[in-house]
């Protein structure tokens, strides 16, 4: 007796074949794979096989096109195959042979348009804020099929304050990308941060996200690692683009702590940022100079405003500036990495 999800994955493929559209087919089979347990995935692509037919057939190519890419998630994780390994082992291509070796030869027995399934041209990429303060930033690739037809996004929502992990992700029509004012990047340094921030989401647990982001995540992952000139743990260049330092003495030191505290995400620049650094990372974790500690507010001022300029950041700055000196003299706030470094000054 045939399994629910078989009976509904080829009642779907049957108007797939009408409909005639790659990309279509590509989304529906990437939320099959996000449906599934590893328990299930053999037993599925076996009852596929057995049956045989145009639709079961159409099911194995696609789910094979949209989980072609290398798996970055441990094993038993949602969505993979139990025979997955972690990025880098020898067997971690092994999640993608299984559904390639279930679908070899298929893709020819079926209509001409089903062979352009994953047969894409990356035409371009985006990067920046999805928010004010950029708690959470988008990355956006763009891809076109072979035949120069259906154009579509890839867009992926990387959250900020929990250290860069993918939270959402969608496919979208062009015009989308129309109202979000990013700016244009580099498509190999794109995907790679698309690829960083799924492979961050493996290792945490707990994080909230989109409901959307499961049913999107193979085909995310296959159309990132398919991108010319693929770069990993890419820097972000936004602190090499300020200019704006303040001419006044302990400005470059003060400066120097901000891109520290700021890190490799300095898009992320909010009231609760602000402050946090102010009156607690500065106290806890830096050893400055009277004049870098009297420089500070103004640094940060310029920054902001390069950030943004947003009234809500200011107002925090002009809150919480007036303590710092008497915070970096409280001794008992300093952290113990602070404490040691102090020690070692000392004469």
Known sequence: MSTETFSTAVTQARDLLRWRSPLRT??????????????????????????????????????????????LSPPGAPGLPDVAAPAGDATAEAG??????????????????????????????????????????????SFRYDNGKE??????????PHGGLAVDALVEEVKFLDDLGLAEAEPGTVAGRILDAFELGDRIMGVQVADTLASVRPLAITRAQG?????????????????????????????????EFVGDRPLWWSPQRVSAFLTSWLPREAI??????????????????????????????????????????????AGLGKRIAQSRLEP
């Open 96 to 141: 993608a042979e299984v559904y390639a070796e279930a679908a070899r030869g298929l893709a020819g027995t079926l209509a001409g348009w089903v062979r352009r399934m994953g047969r894409v041209t990356c035409e371009g990429a985006w990067y920046g804020k999805a928010d004010p303060y950029g708690e959470q930033v988008l990355a956006v690739l």
């Open 26 to 71: 590509e989304l529906w089979a990437a939320r099959i794979t996000a449906g599934l347990d590893p328990a299930q995935i053999r037993p599925f692509l076996s009852e596929l096989a057995v049956d045989g037919g145009p639709e079961a057939r159409l099911t194995l190519v696609a789910i094979a096109a949209v989980n072609a890419g290398r798996p």
């Open 227 to 259: 991108v010319p000139g693929l770069v990993r743990g890419a820097s972000d260049d936004t602190l090499a683009r300020f200019r704006d330092l303040p001419e006044m003495q302990g400005a470059r030191e003060a400066f120097e702590k901000l891109a």
């Open 288 to 333: 400055l100079s009277e004049a870098a500690i009297a420089a500070m507010p103004e640094v940060v001022r310029a920054w902001s405003r390069f950030s943004g300029d947003h009234p809500a950041v200011l107002r925090r700055i002009d809150e919480d500036a007036p303590r710092l000196p008497a915070l970096m003299a409280d001794d008992s706030l």
């Open 151 to 160: 154009p579509h996004l890839l867009v992926v929502g990387i959250d900020q």
